[in-house]
Nanobody, 127 residues
Framework: VQLQASGGGLVQAGGSLRLSCVTS????????MGWFRQAPGKEREFVAA????????DYLDSVKGRFTISRDNAKNTVYLQMDSLKPEDTAVYYC?????????????????????WGQGTQVTVSS
């Protein structure tokens, strides 16, 4: 299983970035996909998650209205569109996959529920 995140970079406050995470080796449509981030000296935190068909999403409160998670099941890819970026969004961003194991499933904001992780992509927002 591989998750390859890309799209990070340096941007000024108020700018936008679009992160992509291409996956291989997993049954993509059976995985809830999530984005997490970790800033220096801080714990990894949940950013967003998206359900199997893309119809359900969940966000960290501080990114609601600014970030949009989406997925393209034909391309085994999940995206994170980040607009109105703030310096406090600076972090390494990780994509992750949470395999669905039951008919009834839910979006998780707990990193421990995600089995597979990408390598991370750095996002730096300057003020």
């Amino acid at each position: 299983v591989q998750l390859q995140a890309s799209g990070g970079g340096l941007v000024q406050a108020g700018g936008s970035l679009r992160l992509s995470c291409v996956t291989s080796g997993l049954w993509f449509t059976s995985n809830v996909m999530g984005w997490f981030r970790q800033a220096p000296g801080k714990e990894r935190e949940f950013v967003a998650a998206i359900g199997l068909r893309g119809a359900t999403t969940d966000y960290l409160d501080s990114v609601k209205g600014r970030f949009t998670i989406s997925r393209d099941n034909a391309k085994n890819t999940v995206y994170l569109q980040m607009d109105s970026l703030k310096p406090e969004d600076t972090a390494v961003y990780y994509c992750a996959a949470d395999p669905v194991r039951a008919i009834i499933w839910r979006l998780s904001n707990n990193a421990a529920d995600y089995d597979h992780w990408g390598q991370g992509t750095q996002v730096t927002v300057s003020s």
